[in-house]
Each structure stands twice: as C-alpha cells, then as structure tokens.
C-alpha cells in the first residue's frame, strides 16, 4: 500500500502559545537577531556624523511613535497632544537632573512616570468623550500644558530653557552621537519589547477590543474607563520617556519644539506606519524623520534658486505641503500604512517564484 506524505500549506496553530508567539518561525525570529547585531554593532563605526545624527533622531521618535499606536492604533483613542507629552518628559528630566541632581538613569524613567501622571489626567475625558469631543479636549491639554511649559518660569525657566548635565554610566561619559546611538537604541528595543509583550497581555486584548466596539467590550465584563486611561498612561510614559532622551541628547531645551505641529508629526508616523502595528510605528518614524531632512535641505535648495526667486513664490510652507499631501496620500491608496506594504513584500519573497 502506497503512503502519501502531506506538507502544510499554511500557519495552523493548534494551542494559545502558538496563538501568541511574536514570530510565526524560527527564521524570522533569526533574521531579526541578525539584522540588529549587525546595526547596533557596525552602523555606528561606518556611517558619517550627520547620519548618525539622524538616527538616533528616528529612535527617539520611535520610541514615542510606538506608545502613540498602544493609544491610537491599538485602543482607538484619538490624541492631540502627544507632542506636548513629549515635552513634559524633556522638561521633567531637566528639572530631576539639574533641581534634584539626579542620575539620568533614573531621572529617564521617572520622567516617564511624571508624563503617565500627567497623560492620565488629561485621559480622564476619555470616560465619557469620545471621537471629535476626545480629540478637542486632547487638543486643549496640547495648549495647556504649552502655556504651563513657557509661563511657569520659576520651574521651567520659560523662553530661557535649561542645559542639562553630560549623562554618565560609571565613569563612561554619554557625549557624542555614538555613545547616543547605543543608549537609544537600547532603549528602543526594550520599549518596542514591552509593548509588543501588552499586546500579547490581557490588557492588549482589552485595548483592542475597546476599540473594535467599545460597548460590546464593556458588555462582556471591561472596565472600558480603567483601561482607557490605563492606554493613555502607557502612551503618555512613552513620550515622556523619549522626551528625557531627546533633552539630553541636545544639551539644551526651550519650550519651541513641543507644540501642535509635533503631535501632528506624531499622529502621521502612526497612520503612515500603520495604525495597530508596532513595526509600523517604526516605519512611520523612519519615514518621517527623513521627510523632514529631504524637505529641509529642498527648501533651502529652492530659496537660492533664480527662477524661484523671480516668481516670487514663498518657498516656506513647502514642508507642511508636502507633508500632509503625504498623509493623505497614504489615507486613499494604502490607509494600512507601510506595515502592510512590508507584509506584502515579505510574502512575495516567501512565495517567489510562484505568484500564488
């Protein structure tokens, strides 16, 4: 009698532990642990001073990014103030390490932990506001806190800014884009660690299904008002948590930076990398990060040219152009975000050569 041998031609999973495992293979899981040893341990000695600078720029965005899509795309809160979160983390550091004289190891994490009180507090709307109303009332905790960041001088010494101390690990001085580099990226593994890890929790369950339906959720027995404003603590700890690094990564902080152009610039990394996606968020930061150099340097370019300059064309609102062109573009043709774009280009290597 003839034996037939049959192969699987799929991902069948058959308990819980496979339902929940991050990586569908051993490969994948192989790939990445290769990817980021050669990254973190080769980049950092090859590439030039200026493309360090913007790496370690889309690391701290990330990391932001990252606990922006735990809010947005996971629970479906919507936030207007995530740049402003951002800000209460690079202040609170600043404060903790030149006030309080605290190490930075402990002054990052705490100005997380401040940023989470403070997200949750400007979360408790949450509870009975929802959509437009959220976001108007997220919009009015981004000017409140830009007005308590310039007018509270005797705390944050308003226009004038602080200077932060160089950032020590034992007698290792964290002075230059390199020694940067390894701390951020550090972190941003260990926070994009964390939150794929909630997502596999019961809390990720619950965020996701506060999402999906709301009222069904809090049918089958969710307190939907805990874990909102939980959400918006874990998402607030992370701009505050990227917020510190930023802080001491440019020596000096005013209040310019934080207002509600950066938590558009937020709010785009997440729908362009793919709302609900952590490797999107990723992706997002990366996109927009080099978007905001690209159109820089083009500006510039563009107001030294003659034939610009004799039709008298204002060259400055170039950036917000062509940054909402691109959000928008990304909304019609691929609303999943660049998530989905490197999920189709991972199938057709699995699949090729056949088109199936």
């Avoid at 629970?75 to 402003?84: D, F, K, R, W």
């Avoid at 605290?102 to 002054?107: E, G, H, K, N, Q």
Wanted: proline fraction near 3%.
């Amino acid at each position: 009698m003839r034996k037939f041998s049959f192969h699987p031609c799929g991902n069948y999973r058959e308990n819980y532990e496979q339902e929940l495992s991050i990586f569908e293979t051993d490969f994948g899981r192989v790939c990445l642990l290769v990817f980021l040893a050669l990254f973190i341990f080769i980049a950092p000695f090859v590439v030039s001073t200026y493309t360090l600078y913007i790496l370690n720029i889309i690391g701290i965005a990330a990391i932001a990014a990252v606990g922006l899509n735990i809010l947005v795309g996971y629970t479906g809160q919507i936030s207007l103030g995530h740049g402003a979160f951002f800000g209460v983390g690079a202040y609170a550091a600043a404060i903790l390490a030149t006030r309080l004289d605290i190490s930075f190891l402990l002054a990052i994490p705490m100005a997380g932990i401040i940023t989470a009180g403070v997200g949750m507090i400007f979360g408790l709307p949450s509870g009975r506001l929802k959509g437009l109303y959220l976001t108007i009332a997220t919009l009015a905790g981004q000017f409140i806190i830009e007005y308590v960041l310039i007018q509270w001088e005797s705390l944050t010494r308003g226009t004038l800014g602080i200077i932060l101390p160089t950032p020590k690990i034992l007698q290792w001085d964290i002075a230059d884009d390199r020694a940067f580099f390894f701390l951020i990226f550090a972190s941003l593994i260990l926070t994009t660690w964390f939150a794929v890890n909630i997502m596999r929790s019961k809390f990720g369950r619950a965020f996701i299904a506060i999402r999906d339906n709301d009222r069904a959720a809090e049918g089958m027995g969710i307190p939907i008002f805990k874990y909102k404003l939980l959400s918006f603590g874990i998402s607030s700890f992370y701009a505050g948590f990227a917020g510190a690094l930023w802080a001491y990564y440019m020596v000096s902080i005013t209040t310019e930076p934080f207002n509600l152009g950066l938590s558009v610039e937020f709010i785009a990394m997440v729908i362009i990398g793919g709302m609900g996606n952590i490797p999107g968020a990723v992706f997002g930061a990366t996109f927009i990060t080099l978007l905001n150099e690209f159109l820089r340097h083009l500006t510039v370019m563009l107001m030294n040219v003659d034939f610009v300059i004799s039709l008298g064309l204002n060259i400055a609102p170039l950036k917000e152009f062509v940054f909402g062109l691109a959000i928008v573009l990304f909304i019609l043709f691929e609303p999943k975000g660049l998530a989905e774009l490197w999920r189709i280009i991972r199938s057709s290597f699995r699949l090729w050569p056949f088109s199936y």
